[in-house]
């Protein structure tokens, strides 16, 4: 983006990226991530495991995000003049019991082979689903308490949204998705929460 231009960038991924954004920790006060919901997600893993969420994040996605709804932030170049001149505010970091961040949208998926997602969904004290669903959905918010949760219909809308700091998932077996990226193995219980520090967005 134009308006970054005059911005040190870094656009390694893998082992390689993570190297280099802790190299950037070192060295800036503020980080921007030009890319996608997942590549943000990334970012804010590492600053986590780091323990280093006083770090300011800015984000620049070419287009609009299920981030940039949830935080209600610009897209293009209104994003990348945001990301350098903006203020950095305390949001809630919603995370799962891997230590991943989640910034857009978390899924549980049924695993291959079965229709039915099959268990029980609780966000903190509230009931969510108890028997055989679709799959749920899980949303950052930008207040507290941090996330909600949802069953969405056949065409993917979420009807009712159940917000709380925490939900949980007993199953038979599932699929993690984290902001469009795949887990590597089917699970029977995982949880996404909101972390005791937030993160410092920028925007």
Do not use: C
């Not at 656009?11 to 800036?28: F, H, L, P, S």
């Not at 930008?142 to 007993?170: E, N, S």
């Amino acid at each position: 983006m134009r308006r970054l231009a005059a911005v040190p960038i870094d656009a390694e991924a893998g082992d390689a990226g993570t190297a280099a954004v802790d190299a950037a920790i070192e060295r800036y006060r503020r980080l921007v991530v030009v890319g996608g919901d997942a590549d943000l997600a990334r970012v804010l893993t590492r600053l986590l495991r780091a323990d280093r969420l006083d770090v300011e994040i800015g984000y620049a996605p070419a287009r609009r995000t299920a981030a940039t709804g949830a935080y209600r932030l610009p897209a293009g170049w209104r994003a990348a003049q945001r990301a350098r001149r903006g203020v950095a505010h305390p949001r809630p970091l919603i995370r799962d019991d891997a230590g991943t961040a989640l910034v857009g949208v978390g899924r549980w998926l049924p695993v291959d082979g079965t229709a039915v997602l099959r268990g029980e969904g609780i966000v903190d004290d509230a009931a969510l689903f108890d028997g055989n669903v679709a799959e749920v959905r899980i949303e950052p918010i930008a207040a507290a308490p941090g996330l909600r949760a949802g069953i969405p219909t056949r065409r993917g809308r979420v009807r009712r949204w159940v917000p709380g700091r925490a939900a949980q998932l007993g199953t038979t077996g599932a699929l993690v998705v984290r902001d469009g990226v795949y887990g590597t193995r089917t699970v029977k219980r995982s949880t996404f929460y909101r972390h005791i520090e937030d993160w410092l967005l920028v925007g």
